[in-house]
Structures are given as structure tokens and as C-alpha cells.
């Protein structure tokens, strides 16, 4: 008994150490796992032919989480990418605005139905818009950055893309840029092993997409995407170094696409199901869910509780969507310029 | 004939000059083991192994950039954009590099590669899946820019921008891959890059167009025949440089012309198709000049009544026809 | 009114717009300690210090893309290009970022950056210190194009572009820096961004042009005068969205039209600009559009006669404005 | 006297040990010296009204002569940029080529008078035809390297360009790709610590700019631009590497540039003479002279007819490049595409 008592003294203290405490860890866990619940739900829409794409988030949920939890929503800016459920989420996008989306209806206020689903921005709560070319995002954080720089703010940005899109200039450009004038940015690369169907090892040859870092003059760091503790933590640090004007940091946060690329991609031509299998073992939303059941912060009525607002939550959220009007055909002549 | 998609006859001449000659390469995203995520060089990943099928970094300026430094070296790369929305971060490679380098080496060397691009809406592609490009390149001298209609075209003109000694951007619109099909010969042929085609005769009025619209408007003509309109349809296939004989031929013949684009309608391609007529036969014309094409919005939207409202469709060209053969 | 120089019209504007709102501030390669390579922001260091006058790294998607940060969150960003020829690694982040932003985000974002940039020959600058690169970006619903002539419209201009809630490309032709003086008044003035100007009134041809062209004309006119013709002038100032009612207008009077630009003939501005005269004023012309241009090559030569032969210069423009006017 | 001796030998075994006789070292002396006097005289030129434009090599001679060395000039393929004089003289490119081009006369090998001087490309020299943009050439060399690997070629292909230049996209996207497909390319970064009047402060956070080769999985190494026989080394070690296949390397080159940026240039308004007064001092081309004349290599005999070959040749190159005809105005419409 006194061994078991021990390591859970340890594993409660993991997130009480970090500042976090119960209320938070247990908000955590909902966000990821209303993300997951989001994502399954709109495949089975997308299976049923009634919404005509999706771009998964599953298996980058806990860090995207975490990471989002580690920001401030009232003041911090999001410049996230395509598969960034969990920091939309966070960020104070509803799960009826993202069906809005998915459906692409008039009321979806990320475009009004004008991107694909995955193309977020909310300007209430400083989610920048953001387009298809990856990586395009990097430099805006950067001068989101040097905003707040200029003008004497305290806020940071917050941009996050695939490994595979590390690789575009426009990454490069825009970390060197922000190194350089010492601006409050957090890189977040979501290393999930795949750029649709190439492997990591036909991307980089690199050990860690972090040790990129030295190459700007900024810290790299490289954190286990399947712990939001862990990644919390990091983004965190980055968080207050770079409100203190030490400049950006670089987080590599690593995981695994655990669908394909998209809804129209199969990727049984390019992975095993042995690989995909062994990467749903170390699930995040399981190993978390697991840790808190421990810590006693998930008890089976909060859980129980938790599913059913979920459930409801998404539910509501499809009804609605599906039945709201699209925008109107002549709405597509209007905001080419300022009206 | 055997029938193929256009998407059949793309694989087919790939497959046919990797063939033919062992200089012949393909390197993309996603373009190796996937076979693209189109499907366009499906097979040819088995066929020719992974260093003639080169599955690279999603990086777009180095796709063109390490294509036109091979093609300098002498090879012959068939470089793939995914989408051609995604050229953009390739611009400057394709712009001051490709176009000039044989020009500005005063011909010492040269880049002949081929780049592939699947452009074009009606997929519920959006704003960054959706885009017409060509226009982005269309005034670059030392720069070909091909845009084929049918596979027959399609096959012989992919041919000919592999063999051909200088750059080519090879436009293939993507709604087209599975929805047209036509005959295509088992043999080789190829097709003179810079030669617009007729693609109906006729005497009432002109259509000049491009890529998927030539189809519209092929379908379009059927329908007003039996109201006796007869409809002449020149279809471009190279946008850049453009083919002014057949152009102003094929104004002059019936004097009314109208000229269709699914780009947006300013700055596209067939403004320099109106000014050339305006320029060479004028005196000729019954008619103003009448331009179809996307609005001037930045691209189509996703939700599907307001991609409709973009699109340039077969009604919408039937009307404009209509409405040009009645001025 | 006092006289200034083009460029000098180009620093008060930034000058003035930095005294009026703290927001704006300049970025760019060389633009700090060393006032810019042709000495544009000269001063403005001095004045505003390092972190409103910014020494970027040697990154043209960085200056573009962080102005367009800066600017979705409330900066006025004045971003500079070298030189135009290397705006090119920046398309992606003016066409697929700063031109969608309002439109993709349903207007919840804008983006409303300045971007500067010395375009054109002339300068002995060759390939790649001489292009026109308007018609890149003359496609792209979104975005605004201003290539102003005069000092004048230079500081009208200028301030619009900065005050604009969209994003303006804003290119000055580098050899009107120091070869172009005029009138520009001290007091704080703006002039529309997407309107022509008449520059000169006139019955018996039209010359529609823009940028150092504008000057070529003006001169030509003036010795025509003596020989009878009387040419009317508009300036497009405004290359993208054209003014159409302008051209229409200028086009109508005379019924002879001549289009000037120093950019490659072939898909340059002009052609949508002679589009648009064949679409809604085909029969008040009395004689086929003309247009007068670079030719389609690549660019111009470095060598003297070389670059002589490639550019539109007075004595062209004269030459083509008789040769119409005799028609 | 054993010390001075000891010294010597010391000294002595430095070209010797890395496998380079007497005769070669001199022609190394030599080309970087004809390298300066060629600079010399296009100022001289421009400031007379003869020539419009010049883009000096000063201070990076030693850098570009040694590692021109280290390459096959029988087989190997190089990129210059435009301060790259050591390189292309020391790939077969010859003085009156030279001033051919600065008068861009119609016989100047590089573009027949269409473009600037220090726009350098020579095929039947593996001089590859370089345009203004800066870093373009960097996937270039990528492609012509994978031309080599398709090919079971053993050439390798040598690329330079400004320690500014490596802000661009193009360096780290064509990096990348040559470090995945493990291509034999020698990336050569010739930091003369300005970008026109922007300093590497400026430029860069990161200490070296070879830091940036761990971020590709490739090795990097910084060596002293003013000691012609480090740089020799460390690229010779490069192109063994490359020619077994194993990849490519990074080099960061460090000098000075000696000059403005070029002949439309003022530096006065961004650095201090001081600071170029004791970078004069350490000027490569001094030093290597003097090591030549300590190991006996350079004897004054040796100088005085050097210096009297090197003046002959730009005197008769001048002589007949200015006196060469222009292209004709009509060939400008020609060469835009085959003919
Ligand atoms: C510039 C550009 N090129 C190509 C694409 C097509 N594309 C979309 S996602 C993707 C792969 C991205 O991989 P990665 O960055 O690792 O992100 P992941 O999808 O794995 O999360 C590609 C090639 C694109 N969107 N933008
Ligand atoms: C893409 C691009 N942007 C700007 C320029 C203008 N320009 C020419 S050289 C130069 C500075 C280059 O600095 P660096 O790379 O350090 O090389 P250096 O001149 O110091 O040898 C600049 C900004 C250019 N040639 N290309
Ligand atoms: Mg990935
Ligand atoms: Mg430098």
C-alpha cells in the first residue's frame, strides 16, 4: 500500500507542481476530448455524405491542449493550423461554430462558409484567419509579435504547423525574423510523423525538428505530444520567456496522425495498420483520462457527467448547423474591399 | 481508339516518356508511393523506382528549384504542384529563374522542365483549391504556358512540353480528370505547343476559350444548333505565348466573339485575347467583343450555392452564346 | 507650390503619415541607418527611430508576411521591396494571404498594408533591376495596384495607400525619382486610389498610359501640338481594379487609341485596358486599337543599345501617336 | 634559431600536410591576387566613367580561392554569386572573359552583355548561369547534385552566397532537400558580416551561421575566410564526403568585405573606418603572402614576375574590352526560347 501511495503522491503532484489545479486538469481533459468527440462526429457526418470534407485532429489533441492551456485567452493570439481542434477549442470557438463550419453555413464564423473546414479565425478571441498554403501563418505571428512589441503589450503569439510544413521558407524566414528582433512568439511544430504520405524520414534528416532552433538563436525543445503536462510546461516556459522579451522559442511537439491525412485520403497505401495500431496505444486522451482517474480528479459521475454534455453539446451542434441557412449566392460579391 | 480521362492520358504520357527516355523524372508531393494525391503518377512509383518518382520535402520553391537545376545539369524533371494554388511560394524560381535562363546566359544554357499543376473550381475546392493561375504567369517571355481541354490533347501536348527545350507550365484542370473523356491513341504523337485548335467549325459566332470551358461550350453549340446558331469554338490550349493567327482567324470568320474564362475576369487571359482582336480586326467585328468568365472576387467560396454563383457553367455559356448570336 | 522630386514626394509622404498615426511604421532591407538604397526613407530613422524604421533580414516573404501580421493587428505597415524584381519570393504572402484576408475571413479580418516597391528600366539596371511587375498581381481581387506618375499623385497617392483599409502594392518608377519634378504641396492631401486622371485634354487621338510613360506622352503632345493633332491623355494611376468609366470616357472622345506601357506587350495591363474598350465602346472607334510596349523578352539587356532597343522611350512615343492620328 | 626553424616547419607542413605542393599553392596566391588586381581595376574604371557598375571581391578572395581549389575543375559544378571572382577565375574563367563583361561587350562569355557584371555562368566551365535574386541558386545546385546521383555520377556541385542571403527560403528549402536525398552538394556561406549596410546583428540571433547545418542533419563547419588553406580543407573534407555519399555540408566562411557593397554604395553612413582599417589588417591575401615568402615559397623573383604577368593581363584585357563591339541592339529578340 505505502508503494502505491507513494507514486500517486508523485503523479498528483505532476500538475499541482505545474500551477494547475484540479478544476484545470479536468478542463483540460473535456477540451481534448470534446475535440476527439468533434472529429469522430464529423467523419460519421463526412461517411454519411452530408458534410464533403474533414481534416482530423485525432492524436494531437492533448498537445494542442495543453500547449493552449498554457496561453492566455484573454489576451494572447492564436494563429493555428488546420488540424488545431483542441486550440480553437481553447480559444473560445464553440463546438456549434465549428459545425457552422463544417457545414459551411451562413453563421460560421470563421468564414461564413466560405473555407473549408480546418480554415480557422474568430477575431473576438484573437484566432487569426487563416488560408490552405501551410506555413503562411509563421511570418503573420511574427508581426502579430512585433505588434505587440511596438506597442508595448505583454501578449505573445502562438503559431503552430506540421513538420512536414517546417520545411517551406516561409518557416525559416519568419523564425529567423522573430529571433532577430526578440518578439514574444511561440513556434509549435506538431511533429505527427506524416506530411500526408511521406514520412518523417522523407521530410528532414534532421534528429529533431528542434534543432532548428540554434540555427535562429532560440531555444528548441522537444516534448512528448501524447502528455498535455508535458507540453503545458514547455509552452508555458516559452510563455513567460518571451513576456520577459527574451524573444521566441521553438517547441517540437510530437505525436502520430492517427487517421488519414484527410477524409479524401486512404492511408492504408502508404502505413501498416501494425504502425497506426501501435500508435493508438499510446493515445493521450487514454493515458491522461488514466492519469486523472489515479489522481482521482476523474471520478466515474464526472466522467458519466462529462460524456453526456459532450454528447449533447455535439449533438445540438450538428442539429443546428445542418438546419441554418447557407449565405446568400449574391454574398459571394461582397467584402473583396473594405464597404 | 481506346477511351480514356484525362486523368488516364496525364499517366499515360508520363509513363510513355519515362519510357522513351531515362532522363525523364517526376518529383512532388506525395507523388511516389501515394501515386499523387490525384492518382496522376499512379503506378509509376513501381515502374521507375523512388529516385525517378522522387517523393520530396513539402517545400514548393525547391520542387521548382532543384527541377530547374537538373534540367540545367540536362535532365528532364517533370516537377508537380499539388494544387496550383500552391505555385505561389514557387513564383520567384519559375518567374526569374525558369523563363530566363536561357535568355539571360545569351542562350549558353537552358531549363527544359515541365511543371504540373492541377488548377481550376468546381470540386467544393474553396479558395485555395479552386484557382485559375495562369494569369500570374502569362506575361513572362522564355515561359510556355500549356492548358489542354480533351485527353487527346492532353496526351500529345504533355509530350510535347517534356521534349520541349524550354520551360513549360502545364495547366490540367481538375475538375477534367475524371469527367472528360475522349479517344486517345496508343501511339506516340505529340502536338505543337503555341497552336491553338478549332474545335467546331461553324459561321454564326466565335467562341474563344480554354480548358474546361471549350467543353461547355461544345455542349452549348449542340443545344443552339437546333435554334440555328452555328457556333465556331477555337479552344487555345497554349495561353502564353498565345497563337494570334488562329485567334484573329477565327475572329475575323464570323465577326461576333465571345471569349470565356473560369478565371476572374480582369487581368485574365482573354483581355490580351480582346486587345489582339481589337488590335488585328476590328473592322471585321459585328459586335463587341463579349467577355464570360468569374467575377472579381479573390476565388470561389466553399458553400455550394455560392461556388454555383462563381463558376462559370454550361447555362451561363449557353446564355452568352445566345445572347452574342441574337446582337 | 514648392517643387519636389518624385522620391522626394515619396519621403514626405511617409514622413507626414508617420507624424499622423503612430501605427504606421516602415520595414524593409537597408531602409534604417542607411535611409534605403535610393534613399526613400532617408531621414525617417533619424526622426522615428529603429523600431518604426525597421532593417529587416534579407527575407521578402518575412517583410511581406510580418507586415501582414502587423497589419491584421492594427498596424499600418509600409513594407519596401528593394527593388520590384524581387518582390517574386513574396507572391504567396500578397496573393494567397494579404488579397484573401478580408474576403476568406467574411470580413472579420483585414489586412491594410503598404507595400512599395522601384519598378521599371532605364537605369542600366538589366534583367533583373529594370522589370515591370504589375501584371503578376493584376489578377488578384483583393488587392490594389497604384503606379503613380507625378510627385503630385505621388503623395496623394501614397497617403491612401497607407490610410486604405485593404492592402496596396504601391510601385514608383525608379527612374522618375530623380528625372520627374513637380508641385507638390505642403498641406496634408489624398487623391482616390482607383481613379484615372486626365492629364491632358484633348480632341483628336487618346493616349491611355501610366507611370514614366505618362511623361513621354505629355511631351510628344505638346510637339504634336504644333503639327495639328491634339492628343488626349489619361493617366490610369490605378492599374488594378482599372477605372473603367475612365477609359470608356477617354476611349469614346477621340474614337483613336493608343495604349503605353513599358511592360512586355503580351499579357501586360494594357491588354485588359484595350478589353475593355472592345467589350463597351467598340463603335465609337475609328481605328484599331494600338498598343505601344516592351517587346516579349524576358527583360531588358544591360549593354546601352541593348536596353535603348527594349525600351519605350519619347521619340517611340511620338512616332505611334502620329502614325494613329494619321490613320 | 631552433625556434625560428621549428616554426618553419611547422608552418611548412600546412600546405604540404594537406597535399598541397609548392606549385599549387602559388597558383592559389596568384589567383587570388589577380582576383584583387581585376577588383582594382573595375573601381578604377568606374570612378574614370568607363564601366557603370562594379560589385567588389575584396576581403573574400583567400575564402573563394581555397575552395575553388578543393574542387575537380574537370568535373565539378559551381554556383558562384556575384563577389565570387576567386571562384569562377579558378574554374577556367580568364580575365579578358572578365572584362568582357564588365563592358558588357557582345564576346563576354556570362550573358553576352545582357546582364550585370558578377552575374557569372559559363557552361563549358560548369559555371552555372546565376541571375540578381539572391539564394536562387541554392536549389539549383540541389537539382544539378541530384543530376549527379541519378546519373552514379561522382561530380559534386559547389554553391556560395551571402551570410545574408541565408535569410532567404530558398537556402533553407533547397538545404533540406539536398540533406534528405543525401545529395553531394557543398553549401559555402562567404560571411563578410554585412548585407549591405545591414549588420550580421542584424541578420541573424545565432552565433554561427554553421549552426544552421544540425537543423538538415548535415554537418557544419565555421573556418577563418582569411586562411585560404582552412577553407581548402574543410571543403576538401566536404567534397570527399559528398563524392562517398555521404551528403552534404555546410561551410561558414568568415572575412570581411573589405569595400562598400558596390560601386553605387557609400558604406561611410553605416560603419566606421576603424572598423575597416583593422579588417584591412587582417586581410588574407597579406597573410597567405607572407606564409609564401616564409616557406620560401614566394620569392621576390616569383613576385616581381607574378605582379607583371597580372598587370599585362588586365592591361591587354581592359585594352581589348573596351575596345570590343556591343551586341547588336537587334539581338535582343533573340534566345527567349530555342531557336
Ligand atoms: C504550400 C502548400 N503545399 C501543399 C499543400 C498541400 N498539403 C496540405 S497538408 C499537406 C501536408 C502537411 O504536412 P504537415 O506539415 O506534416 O502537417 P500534417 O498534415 O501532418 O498535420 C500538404 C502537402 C498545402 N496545403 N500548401
Ligand atoms: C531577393 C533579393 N532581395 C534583395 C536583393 C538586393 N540585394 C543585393 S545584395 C544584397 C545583400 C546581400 O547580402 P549578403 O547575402 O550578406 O551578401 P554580400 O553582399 O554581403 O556578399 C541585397 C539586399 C537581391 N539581390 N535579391
Ligand atoms: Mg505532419
Ligand atoms: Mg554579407
Chains 1, 4 share one sequence.
Not at chain 1, 159 to 181: K, L, M, P, W, Y
Not at chain 2, 211 to 233: M, N, P, R, S, Y
Not at chain 2, 271 to 296: N, Q, T, W, Y
Request: hydrophobic share 40%; with cysteine.
Amino acid at each position: 500500500m505505502v508503494k502505491v501511495d507513494r507514486k500517486k503522491k508523485v503523479i498528483e503532484q505532476r500538475h499541482e507542481q505545474l500551477g494547475l489545479n484540479d478544476e484545470q486538469v479536468l478542463d483540460m481533459y473535456r477540451n481534448m476530448l470534446l475535440a476527439r468527440r468533434i472529429d469522430e462526429r464529423m467523419y460519421l457526418l463526412n461517411r454519411a455524405g452530408k458534410i464533403p470534407f474533414v481534416v482530423s485532429c485525432q492524436g494531437q489533441e492533448p498537445g494542442q491542449v495543453g500547449a493552449a492551456f498554457a496561453l492566455d485567452k484573454e489576451k494572447d493570439y492564436a494563429l493555428p493550423y488546420y488540424r488545431d481542434l483542441g486550440v480553437v477549442l481553447t480559444f473560445g470557438m464553440t463546438t456549434k461554430d465549428l459545425f457552422l463550419q463544417a457545414f459551411a453555413k451562413a453563421e460560421d464564423p470563421n468564414s461564413g462558409g466560405r473555407q473549408m473546414p480546418g480554415h480557422f479565425g474568430q477575431k473576438k478571441n484573437r484566432i487569426v484567419t487563416g488560408s490552405s498554403p501551410v506555413t503562411t501563418q509563421v511570418p503573420h505571428a511574427v508581426g502579430i509579435a512585433l505588434g505587440a512589441k511596438m506597442e508595448k503589450k505583454d501578449f505573445v503569439s502562438f503559431v503552430t504547423f506540421g513538420e512536414g510544413s517546417s520545411n517551406q521558407g516561409d518557416f525559416h524566414e519568419g523564425a529567423n525574423f522573430a529571433a532577430v528582433h526578440k518578439l514574444p512568439v511561440i513556434f509549435m511544430v506538431e511533429n505527427n510523423q506524416y506530411a500526408i504520405s511521406v514520412p518523417l524520414s522523407k521530410q528532414v534528416a534532421c534528429e529533431k525538428i528542434s534543432d532548428r532552433a540554434i540555427g535562429y538563436g532560440m531555444p528548441g525543445i522537444t516534448v512528448d505530444g501524447n502528455d498535455p503536462l508535458a507540453v503545458y510546461e514547455a509552452v508555458k516556459d516559452a510563455v513567460t520567456n518571451a513576456r520577459n522579451g527574451h524573444g521566441p522559442t521553438l517547441i517540437e511537439v510530437v505525436s502520430y496522425r492517427l487517421l488519414a491525412h484527410s477524409s479524401d485520403d486512404d492511408d492504408r497505401s502508404y502505413r501498416s495498420k501494425e504502425e497506426v495500431d501501435e500508435a493508438k496505444e499510446k493515445d493521450g486522451i487514454i493515458t491522461f483520462a488514466t492519469y486523472l482517474r489515479e489522481t482521482n480528479v476523474l471520478t466515474e459521475e464526472i466522467e458519466v457527467k462529462l460524456n453526456d454534455e459532450i454528447k449533447s453539446l455535439i449533438d445540438d451542434a450538428t442539429d443546428y448547423a445542418e438546419k441554418a441557412p447557407y449565405a446568400d449566392a449574391k454574398s459571394i460579391y461582397k467584402h473583396v474591399y473594405a464597404e | 481508339m481506346p477511351v480514356k480521362s484525362y486523368i488516364q492520358a496525364i499517366t499515360l504520357a508520363l509513363r510513355e516518356e519515362m519510357e522513351r527516355d531515362e532522363k525523364v523524372f517526376v518529383l512532388g508531393e506525395d507523388v511516389g508511393v501515394r501515386g499523387g494525391v490525384f492518382r496522376a503518377t499512379e503506378g509509376l512509383y513501381e515502374q521507375f523506382g523512388s529516385e525517378r518518382v522522387l517523393d520530396t520535402p513539402l517545400a514548393e520553391s525547391a520542387i521548382a528549384g532543384v527541377g530547374i537545376g537538373a534540367a540545367m545539369y540536362g535532365m528532364r524533371p517533370i516537377a508537380e504542384m499539388q494544387f496550383a494554388d500552391f505555385i505561389m511560394p514557387a513564383v520567384n524560381q519559375i518567374i526569374s529563374e525558369a523563363a530566363k535562363i536561357r535568355y539571360r546566359s545569351n542562350n549558353d544554357w537552358s531549363c527544359p522542365i515541365t511543371i504540373r499543376a492541377p488548377y481550376g473550381g468546381g470540386v467544393h475546392g474553396a479558395l485555395y483549391h479552386s484557382q485559375s493561375i495562369e494569369s500570374v504567369f502569362a506575361n513572362q517571355p522564355g515561359l510556355k504556358i500549356v492548358m489542354p481541354s480533351t485527353p487527346y490533347d492532353v496526351k500529345g501536348l504533355l509530350k510535347s512540353a517534356i521534349r520541349d527545350e524550354d520551360p513549360v507550365l502545364f495547366l490540367e484542370h481538375k475538375r477534367a480528370y475524371r469527367l472528360i473523356k475522349g479517344e486517345v491513341p496508343d501511339e506516340d504523337y505529340t502536338l505543337p505547343i503555341g497552336k491553338a485548335d478549332v474545335k467546331r467549325e461553324g459561321s454564326d459566332i466565335t467562341v474563344i476559350t480554354y480548358g474546361l470551358c471549350v467543353h461547355f461550350a461544345l455542349q452549348a453549340a449542340d443545344k443552339l444548333e437546333a435554334e440555328g446558331i452555328d457556333a465556331h469554338i477555337l479552344d487555345l490550349r497554349t495561353v502564353y505565348p498565345l497563337d494570334k493567327e488562329a485567334i484573329i482567324e477565327a475572329a475575323s470568320k464570323t465577326g461576333k466573339v465571345l471569349l470565356i474564362t473560369e478565371d476572374n475576369l480582369e487581368g485574365s487571359i482573354i483581355g490580351e485575347v480582346a486587345a489582339i482582336i481589337s488590335e488585328h480586326c476590328l473592322f471585321d467585328l459585328d459586335a463587341p467583343i463579349k467577355r464570360l468568365a468569374g467575377p472579381d472576387v479573390p476565388s470561389m467560396p466553399y458553400a455550394p450555392p455560392l461556388e454555383k454563383e462563381f463558376m462559370v457553367n454550361p447555362d451561363k455559356v449557353e446564355k452568352a452564346m445566345r445572347d452574342l448570336a441574337e446582337f
